[in-house]
């Protein structure tokens, strides 16, 4: 029953992902002959030059990426992502969108979030609508010299090139910076409302500084053994080594409570894309 409702969630999601990211192209991009980035923006270009409908471009240039994805990621996110692409595709071709504004500005921000938003609602779906993602990461996994925002930016690259000699300078301005509202809706979407932050702690007094963050936070600590290095100190045993996962207001109190107890503990933080499980949402802060 619990894998049913699971299904039928990411079938919604995927469905609102779709219409979502029709409304954006349909709705704001294709009457100004703005592109987004990516396969979708290739067929947008290709659209704009040849006069053949966008939904004819679509599924046909994604197709390659598909196989890919069902040959290295799985046959049941190949699927999924096949039905949500052609599913986009006859939404193009079949309902009709109002043309929401003659405004180039907001054209492109808000054509770029409709967008961003339906591409980040289908992938927490489970499915993707443009198979860049999936070439890119191929890539990325089998060249230790490229990364996958790598990958992505480059054929960016070519493909806002592309548009300012087919479409002009403005349009693919305006294009870029439609590809750049729908890079942050999308990660609006994945990564949700709040940031989280890891800080790593590292005291002589490790044991007092958990209790106080778990007492005064509500927060989850991890506890690590470590061995020290050549620190000021020279060599030494450090002890226990803490980790806690906290949003971005809460990294002060964390330093507080810790500076409190062990003026000279060490203390770094870096930002997390992701974070599952664990005591992480609490019920209160102090």
């Known amino acids: 029953m619990t894998s049913v409702l699971a299904e039928a969630k990411n079938s919604v999601l995927i469905a609102l992902g779709i219409f979502a990211a029709a409304f954006g192209i349909k709705g704001f991009l294709l009457s100004s002959h703005f592109i987004d980035g990516g396969v979708t923006g290739i067929s947008m270009l290709l659209a704009a030059t040849t006069g053949v409908s966008l939904a004819v471009f679509l599924p046909i240039i994604n197709l390659p990426f ?57 992938i927490r779906g489970g499915a993707v609508l443009d198979g860049t993602e999936i070439a890119a990461l191929l890539v990325s996994r089998h060249s230790s010299m490229v ?35 729908a890079s942050k809706a999308l990660d609006f979407l994945i990564h ?30 991890t506890v690590f053994r470590g061995e020290g290095g050549a620190g000021s100190k020279g060599d030494s045993d450090v002890g226990s080594i803490l980790l806690c996962v906290v949003t971005r207001l809460e ?36």
């Open 251 to 286: 990294i002060g109190a964390v330093k507080a409570l810790t500076k409190q107890i062990d003026s000279e503990a060490f203390i770094t933080t870096h930002s997390l894309n992701d974070v599952d499980g664990g005591l992480i949402r609490r019920p209160y802060l102090h």
């Open 192 to 221: 949700g409302f709040e940031e989280y932050t890891a800080i790593t702690i590292v005291s002589q007094r490790a044991a007092e500084i958990k209790e106080a963050i778990t007492r005064e936070l509500n927060s989850g600590v």
């Open 66 to 122: 598909v196989a890919l994805g069902y040959r290295h990621v799985g046959a049941r996110f190949a699927a999924k992502s096949a039905i949500a692409m052609l599913g986009l595709a006859l939404v193009l071709y079949l309902v009709q969108f109002p043309d929401v504004t003659s405004d180039k500005l907001l054209t492109a921000v808000f054509g770029g979030l409709f967008i961003g938003a339906g591409i980040g609602l289908t």
């Open 147 to 181: 990364g996958l925002g790598d990958v992505v930016l480059l054929s960016n690259i070519v493909i806002f090139l592309a548009a300012a000699f087919f479409l002009g300078i403005e349009s693919a301005l305006y294009s870029i910076l439609t590809y750049v509202a």
